[in-house]
Nanobody, 126 residues
Framework: QVQLVESGGGLVEAGGSLGLSCVASGRSFISFKYGIGWFRQAPGNGREFVAA????????YYTNSMKGRFAISRDNAKNTVYLHVSSLKPEDTGVYYCAAQFRGSGSTSSANYRYWGQGTQVTVSS
């Protein structure tokens, strides 16, 4: 079992930036076996892939629409993955989730992620 806990969400003005954290724990968590992804979900929408990282080699993955404003990074010593978001827009509002993909990384499909955190709310005011 793997537990994921997100933090760092909040209310931010448009144009601002925010740093989110995802801490992984659990008896079965071995970092090199997992990739961590960030997804977001706006009200009334499904979960949208934001970024992912391979915990073993640090390779990062973004969709074209997320490149430039989103940056994912890791600190394996702390079992923590970070997501930094800059130039925030009201449409970035939603719940941001981190999730663990077992024996793989970079999938944009939520179905490929085995473990999920509870999410952290990000609200961007215009």
């Amino acid at each position: 079992q793997v537990q994921l806990v997100e933090s760092g969400g909040g209310l931010v003005e448009a144009g601002g930036s925010l740093g989110l954290s995802c801490v992984a724990s659990g008896r079965s968590f071995i970092s090199f076996k997992y990739g961590i992804g960030w997804f977001r979900q706006a009200p009334g929408n499904g979960r949208e892939f934001v970024a992912a990282i391979n915990l073993s080699d640090g390779r990062t993955y973004y969709t074209n629409s997320m490149k430039g404003r989103f940056a994912i990074s890791r600190d394996n010593a702390k079992n923590t993955v970070y997501l930094h978001v800059s130039s925030l827009k009201p449409e970035d509002t939603g719940v941001y989730y981190c999730a663990a993909q077992f024996r793989g990384s970079g999938s944009t499909s939520s179905a490929n992620y085995r473990y999920w955190g509870q999410g952290t709310q990000v609200t961007v005011s215009s």
